[in-house]
């Protein structure tokens, strides 16, 4: 079955350091995602990308964050000068069309210390 | 968007049928009714989704009454590895299309042996 990957499953980073976190979505598919989860809370939706560009963001998803597609495989999300509260799970999904289910990867858990 | 009430926690058996109701008053004409499961440290997985009446799939079955004001996920026999948490969402479409998906906090199932 194709599945949504992410790299890395943990990252630790610094404060005020910058980090990339990598998703390759299944192949075929048209609507790209990141939400995130943080320890204990819901699932909150960070941002929506189609066509090679953002689709919708949330009020979260604010000049931090950056998201890219830069070949035809990985999609990216990009953490500028991280906060301690960026600390979560970062998931990443992806649809096939407009009103297909949703497959997510296994996350990435970023540790902000 | 339509909102959804679902119970916070369920406890049940293995071997027991367990159903989990979810209310979603203001549920709209074009509006799909859509359940994930996710496991600790896991992304959210799609498990079933239904417009009215009933859907049955390998995994679940999934109730709708007439009013579709609410909506029952029934998982058949469950086993300890049913233990997750159940998210019930309400939307035009079972991915989120541009929008993405908006969990709330599900409901906490706990299978004991």
């Known amino acids: 079955e194709p599945e949504v990957t992410q790299t890395p499953s943990h990252q630790v980073t610094q404060m005020g350091q910058e980090v990339i976190l990598r998703c390759v979505p299944i192949?075929?598919?048209?609507?790209f995602y990141w939400y995130r989860q943080i320890l204990g809370q819901k699932v909150e939706f960070l941002v929506s990308f189609y066509n090679n560009e953002i689709s919708e963001k949330s009020e979260i998803f604010d000049d931090q964050f950056s998201v890219e597609r830069p070949d035809g495989s990985n999609f990216t999300l990009k953490i500028r000068s991280t906060k301690l509260e960026d600390s979560a799970m970062y998931f990443c999904?992806?649809?096939?069309?407009?009103?297909?289910?949703?497959?997510f990867g296994q996350g990435t858990r970023l540790t902000v210390v | 968007l339509a909102k959804t009430t679902q119970p916070i926690s369920m406890d049940s058996y293995e071997g027991q049928e367990v159903n989990i109701t979810c209310s979603h008053n203001?549920?709209?004409?074009?509006?799909?009714i859509t359940w994930y499961q996710q496991f600790p440290s896991q992304g959210p997985r799609f498990i079933i989704q239904?417009?009215?009446t009933k859907v049955t799939n390998e995994v679940a079955s999934l109730f709708i009454p007439a009013d579709r004001k609410s909506s029952t996920l029934s998982l058949p026999r469950v086993s300890l590895s049913d233990t997750a948490v159940y998210y019930c969402l309400v939307g035009e479409g079972s991915g989120g299309g541009a929008d993405g998906l908006t969990f709330g906090k599900g409901t906490h199932l706990i299978i004991q042996p």
């Open positions: 239904g417009y009215k």
């Open positions: 999904a992806s649809i096939s069309g407009g009103y297909t289910e949703a497959f």
């Open positions: 192949s075929n598919h048209l609507y």
């Open positions: 203001n549920i709209a004409t074009n509006d799909y």
